[in-house]
């Protein structure tokens, strides 16, 4: 069994996250910003948006970006290297990490669903470009540039 690259695992990760935040970002801050902020108004909870919150999801969003290239790199040997591996891990964290935590939410309708359905569309595609680029940079333990490559082919 091979050894996960873990200085990989945390570069790819990064690179995810960072994507995955940015996405994140454009959508629930500047295109879908002012309906969350009513949406939470009219729950009489007004968004709080602080230094300190915008912080925990830049870090959200990095966790998100490491889980998904630990998870390409978990399943790599199976499935094999390269983009359909990373759009499977990427599905993977986006399905545990997003639809399923949101479906548990929609039927007490607290939010209105056409924007979390948004949000979660929107988030699929955001999570799997995150993981294809940061899969990309992901390299087992030991293996060259070239021998990486040869085994990629």
């Known amino acids: 069994m091979r050894q996960i690259n873990w200085n990989r695992v945390l570069l790819g990760g990064l690179v995810a996250g960072l ?7 454009l959508l629930n801050g500047v295109f879908l910003g002012s309906d969350w ?8 909870r007004p968004l709080a948006e602080t230094p ?9 969003g990095v966790a998100y970006g490491i889980m998904a ?8 040997p199976r499935y094999g290297a390269g983009p359909i591996t990373a759009l499977y891990a990427g599905l993977g964290v986006w399905l545990l990490g997003d639809f399923l935590p949101a479906l548990t939410w929609m039927p007490r309708g607290l939010f ?18 995150a993981t294809v680029a940061g899969a990309w940079l992901y390299q087992e333990p030991g293996l060259g540039t070239a021998t ?3 085994r990629a082919a």
């Not at 902020?37 to 009489?44: E, F, I, V």
């Open 37 to 44: 902020r009513q949406a939470m108004q009219s729950l009489g």
């Open 112 to 129: 209105p669903r056409h924007l979390m359905a948004i949000a979660m569309l929107v988030g699929l595609v955001g999570i799997l470009l």
């Open 19 to 25: 994507i995955i935040d940015v996405v994140q970002w």
């Open 148 to 150: 990486a490559a040869r």
């Open 52 to 60: 300190a919150r915008g912080l925990f999801y830049i870090l959200l």
């Open 69 to 76: 290239i630990w998870l390409y790199a978990s399943i790599r």
